[in-house]
C-alpha cells in the first residue's frame, strides 16, 4: 500500500485547509486511515481516524468541532477537512493505513499503522 499526502500549507489562525491521502496498491487489504500529526520536538499524535467500510470516525480532543475526516471509496482518497486552525495545529501532518480489521486498544497509537505516508507540512500563522 502506498500512501500519498497532500494539501498542507500557510495559512492564518481561523483560517482552512483540506489535506488529501491517496492510496494505491493494494487498497482492499485496508481497513482504516488515520491522520497523525507531528510538531517540531513533540511525539506524533493521533488526530483522526475513519474505516473505509462503514465510514466511522474517531478524533483527537483536540480537533473535535474544528477537523472533519471523510472518504471517498471510488478514488481511495481520504481528506481531512480542518477549519478555525490555531497555531498548535501546526505540524508535519500523516496519513497512515491500519490493516487490522479488529480494534485493539485505542485508535491513536501510530504502532497500529503499517503503512505511512511522506507527510505535509501544515503552517498557521498568528
Known amino acids: 500500500v502506498q500512501l500519498q499526502a497532500s494539501g498542507g500549507g500557510l495559512v492564518q489562525a481561523g483560517g482552512s485547509l483540506r489535506l488529501s491521502c491517496a492510496a494505491s496498491g493494494s487498497t482492499l487489504d485496508v481497513y482504516a486511515i488515520g491522520w497523525f500529526r507531528q510538531a517540531p520536538g513533540k511525539g506524533r499524535e493521533g488526530v483522526s481516524r475513519i474505516t473505509l467500510r462503514s465510514g466511522t470516525t474517531a478524533y483527537a480532543d483536540s480537533v473535535k468541532g474544528r477537523f472533519t475526516i471523510s472518504r471517498d471509496t471510488a478514488k481511495n482518497t481520504v481528506y481531512l477537512q480542518m477549519n478555525s486552525l490555531k497555531p498548535d495545529d501546526a505540524a508535519v501532518y500523516y496519513c497512515?493505513?491500519?490493516?487490522?480489521?479488529?480494534?485493539?486498544?485505542?485508535?491513536?497509537?501510530?504502532?497500529?499503522?503499517?503503512?505511512w505516508g511522506q507527510g505535509t507540512q501544515v503552517t498557521v500563522s498568528s
Open positions: 497512515a493505513a491500519d490493516r487490522n480489521k479488529v480494534l485493539v486498544g485505542t485508535w491513536n497509537r501510530p504502532s497500529l499503522y503499517e503503512y
